[in-house]
């Protein structure tokens, strides 16, 4: 049985930053493609950033491009997001998910598998 758990999600000051992870199993860590997503009240969830399999190939929302980086490490099980520069309106639960799709990148529905989210918070 596949379960992904989230942490490290809080409250922080804008221009603060965080880091997120997500601990995997019940698969083997390089089958899967991963990705992080949030979700906003009254918003639709959307992609942040996703990772290839060996974690050489990464995408990025325009919206996070150089303040935020997906990372992953396959022998520890466990994929990340260090996230930097944060502004208030980063403020959302964050999700990280599976996908069976080599080719999935930040597109929900091409995601298999889901945490429960993190949330967090940015104040002004």
């Known amino acids: 049985q596949v379960q992904l758990v989230e942490s490290g999600g809080g409250s922080v000051q804008a221009g603060g930053s965080l880091r997120l992870s997500c601990g995997h199993s019940?698969?083997?860590?390089?089958?899967?493609?991963m990705g992080w997503f949030r979700q906003a009240p009254g918003r639709e969830r959307e992609g942040v950033a996703a990772?290839?399999?060996?974690?050489?190939?990464?995408f990025y929302a325009a919206s996070v491009k150089g303040r935020f980086t997906i990372s992953r490490d396959n022998a520890k099980n466990t994929l990340y997001l260090q996230m930097d520069s944060l502004k208030p309106e980063d403020t959302a639960i964050y999700y990280c998910?599976?996908?069976?799709?080599?080719?999935?990148?930040?597109?929900?529905?091409?995601?298999?598998?889901w945490g429960q989210g993190t949330q967090v918070a940015v104040s002004s």
């Open positions: 998910a599976a996908s069976v799709d080599s080719l999935a990148r930040l597109a929900p529905a091409r995601y298999n598998y």
């Open positions: 019940g698969y083997t860590s390089s089958t899967f493609r």
């Open positions: 990772i290839s399999t060996s974690g050489q190939t990464t």
